[in-house]
Each structure stands twice: as structure tokens, then as C-alpha cells.
């Protein structure tokens, strides 16, 4: 009797322990995709309210400052940011920003009412249309019906795409404004650069026969150099030995667009930032085996420069990281996770895989090859063995308004976890 009760009390109190880590990332997540961050971009310093809670976070963990004391390492980067007005309105119909449309993170700023010169793309296949058109447009903003794109060859789909970055890029063109015509759903990124001329995405369904004039108001600050920081915190380990293993995650996202508009990013990347700290939160009370270094990244979003500015200059020795995983996208699972760089590190990729299978955890673990696409990047680049992971299935909000944290399921969170856990204990 006495051992059927304390294994109640054991499967219990391991319960407990689960729910409380989806309890903490769920307030993790709740917390970085609210207003109050900004969208975790560099515009009202939400990058820096969002690192000063990281920290906080880490401090209250009981983690380890690495860089003299702090929890931050500073650097800077160039981003092209929207702080004012935005606002479109074609003939007399006023569009939603981030729902009708979008501003290219590239546009410089714009304010006024332009005539609207309307093409296809079948009307730029050549190099005589680009010119007739080029000609013809004068300076007016250029609306191109991009919606039958799909039904292009390749080869024509890819030169017609030539000679619209041409159009949006070259300053020589006479051409105020590009707007692009698509039925695809918005989404929005980054930029570290402004082009010569503002690019306007519209989604909003409208007879485009009837187009005749845009009014658009575009605030846009290009900053040279804007300091932003990783945040990095340390965990000792049991061993003697001085290998490390690191977790890492991008906590910023797309900021705002004008002065009402923010990005939330609940999936990209609070809960890649909710699994690092619940990883943080579990070792800080149960010691692992080897050191352990969490960093939280900045400027992912802009072009992995976050992690080429730690791997630049690291506060930790990069030859002696036994492994290094990159949490992006954690928020889902219906459709398991797919494992980046797990064909490059096969021997690590089938440990995961029989964790999983011997504890059921995911529904599937599936590989990828080697790709540039998050944080892992820039470490794998120095020599690093590393893996970068995404769930997949589920929602299909990314990089718009709708990845907000009440509609982010955390469908296998708690066992996503579970599997990490043992896989670094494993190690």
C-alpha cells in the first residue's frame, strides 16, 4: 500500500510539474505578444523592454551573467523602421493597414495623392515592355495585377520577377511608387535598408478596372545604427569538464508598422523564447550534467544578425559546445517537429528519434538538411554541431497580426519539453 501511494504521489507531483511549465509558458508568451512589447521590434524601444524582462527572467532563474556582470551584449545593426503615419486609400476607398495591406519594409517615406498606371505582369515579359512601360508610367505608382502569377512557367515567372525588383530597386526609373495586386495572403518582414521608391501590397479585394489614383502616407526612419542586445545567461554544471551545451531562441519580431499597428509574434518567436526559459527554469532546479548557456537573440528577424554578433564575439568558447539547439516556432505539434541540420548530425537525430519513440512523446520527428533559416546559422557557420527545431501543423498565422497567444494551441508543449529534457540529460 505504502508503494502504490508514493508513486501516486510521485505521477502527482510530476503533473503538477508539467502543468506548471505550460502554466509559465503560457504567461511567457501571453506577456512577449502583448501590446505593451511592441512587437518586439525598434520602434518605442520594444526590443529593449523586452530584453530588460528577459533579464529579469533570467535573474529571477538564478542564471549566471557572462559579460562582466550583465546579462547583455550589445551591439548594433541597421533597420529601416515605421514610427508615424501610415495610411493607404485607393480612389475613395480608406484600406485597413496589416489586414487590406501592407508597406514593403524596404519603403522610404511618401505623403500625397499619385495617378495610378495599372499593368499585368504578362506587360513587363520583355526588355521592350519594361521600356514602354517605364516610359509610358511617367511618375505615377504602379499597379501590377500579381494575382495569376501561379499559372506561369518558371522560367517566365522568374524573369517577369527580375524586372519588378528592377522596378522597386533602380533609383533611375521615374516611377513614385510600386503597388502589388495579390489574392496571397500579407505578410510582412524586416529590413536593414530603404529602396528608392515606396512598394505597396494590397490584398483587399477591388476592381482593379476602376483604380485611378492612391492617396498613401508613409513615415519611414532608416537608422544606420541602432543598438539592440543578446541577452545571455549560465547555468554550471555537475561535471568537471568545461563543454558546454546551449539553447538558444530570437526574442524579437517585427515591431510596429505606423503607430497603431504591432506584430504580436506569439509563435514567432515567444514560444521559442518560452521554451528556453522553461529549460532554464527546469535546470536551475535540477543541475544538469554539463554547463549550460541560454541566449536569447536579437535581430533574427532582420537577417540572423543577432547570432552573428555573439558568434563574432562570444562569451563562451565556441569550440567547446558539445551541442546547441535553436528553439524557433515552438507553438504547435499537431504534425510533430522537424529537426534542421538533422541529416549533418545523423547520430544526434537518431538519439532524439528513439527518445521520442521509446516515450511517445511527438507524433513524428522528422529530418531536414542543412539550411540558413533561423539562429543556428551563424553557429553552424564557426563549426558548431547544432540543430535548429520547428513544430509543425496547427495555425498558419506567421509573420502578420493574427499570431497572437489566445489562438497559439501549445498543442505538445509540455511533451516537447519532456523530449528535450531527456535528450540534453542523454548527452
Not at 532582420?302 to 555573439?310: Q, R, S, V
Request: with cysteine.
Amino acid at each position: 500500500m505504502k508503494k502504490i501511494y508514493l508513486f501516486f504521489l510521485f505521477i502527482t507531483f510530476q503533473f503538477a510539474s508539467f502543468a506548471q511549465d505550460l502554466v509559465y509558458a503560457k504567461q511567457i508568451i501571453e506577456k512577449l505578444s502583448s501590446s505593451e512589447f511592441m512587437g518586439r521590434g525598434y520602434v518605442d524601444n520594444g526590443d529593449k523592454i523586452t530584453a530588460d524582462y528577459l533579464a529579469k527572467e533570467f535573474q529571477r532563474l538564478d542564471l549566471i551573467p557572462l559579460n562582466k556582470g550583465s546579462f547583455f551584449q550589445k551591439f548594433s545593426i541597421p533597420v529601416n523602421t515605421f514610427p508615424n503615419r501610415v495610411h493607404v486609400k485607393i480612389d475613395n476607398t480608406e484600406l485597413q493597414p496589416a489586414v487590406d495591406y501592407l508597406v514593403d519594409a524596404t519603403s522610404p517615406s511618401v505623403d500625397g495623392i499619385y495617378s495610378v498606371y495599372k499593368i499585368t505582369r504578362q506587360d513587363i515579359d520583355t526588355d521592350e515592355k519594361l521600356v514602354k512601360l517605364i516610359r509610358n508610367a511617367g511618375n505615377s505608382f504602379i499597379l501590377i495585377d500579381n494575382s495569376d502569377k501561379k499559372s506561369e512557367s518558371n522560367d517566365r515567372s522568374n524573369r517577369i520577377d527580375n524586372y519588378i525588383n528592377f522596378l522597386k530597386s533602380s533609383p533611375e526609373i521615374p516611377a513614385k511608387g510600386i503597388i502589388f495586386y495579390s489574392k496571397d495572403k500579407l505578410t510582412w518582414d524586416g529590413a536593414i535598408n530603404q529602396a528608392p521608391r515606396p512598394v505597396i501590397i494590397i490584398n483587399k479585394p477591388i476592381d482593379l478596372n476602376t483604380v485611378n489614383t492612391i492617396e498613401v502616407t508613409v513615415d519611414a526612419t532608416l537608422i544606420d545604427h541602432y543598438e539592440t542586445q543578446n541577452i545571455i545567461g549560465f547555468i554550471k554544471g555537475t561535471s568537471t569538464t568545461d563543454s558546454t551545451i546551449v539553447v538558444t531562441a530570437h526574442y524579437d519580431h517585427l515591431g510596429k508598422m505606423g503607430k497603431e499597428v504591432y506584430f504580436p509574434g506569439a509563435n514567432d518567436n515567444a514560444s521559442g523564447v518560452a521554451m528556453l526559459l522553461n529549460l532554464a527554469k527546469h535546470y536551475s532546479e535540477v543541475k544538469p550534467k554539463y554547463s549550460m548557456v541560454f541566449i536569447a537573440l536579437s535581430a533574427e528577424e532582420l537577417g540572423i544578425l543577432g547570432a552573428k554578433a555573439y558568434t563574432d564575439a562570444p562569451l563562451t568558447d565556441l569550440r567547446k559546445i558539445k551541442f546547441l539547439i535553436n528553439f524557433d516556432l515552438a507553438g504547435t505539434g499537431d504534425e510533430g517537429i522537424k529537426i534542421v541540420n538533422g541529416s549533418v548530425f545523423k547520430e544526434k537525430f537518431d538519439l532524439l528519434s528513439k527518445i521520442n519513440q521509446a516515450n511517445s512523446l511527438l507524433p513524428k520527428v522528422n529530418i531536414r538538411g542543412a539550411a540558413c533559416n533561423s539562429d543556428h546559422c551563424a553557429f553552424y557557420k564557426k563549426g558548431v554541431p547544432c540543430f535548429y527545431i520547428y513544430t509543425q501543423g496547427g495555425i498558419q498565422a506567421y509573420h502578420d497580426i493574427y499570431d497572437k497567444s489566445e489562438t497559439l494551441p501549445l498543442t505538445k508543449f509540455v511533451n516537447y519539453c519532456t523530449l528535450m529534457i531527456k535528450f540534453f540529460d542523454s548527452l
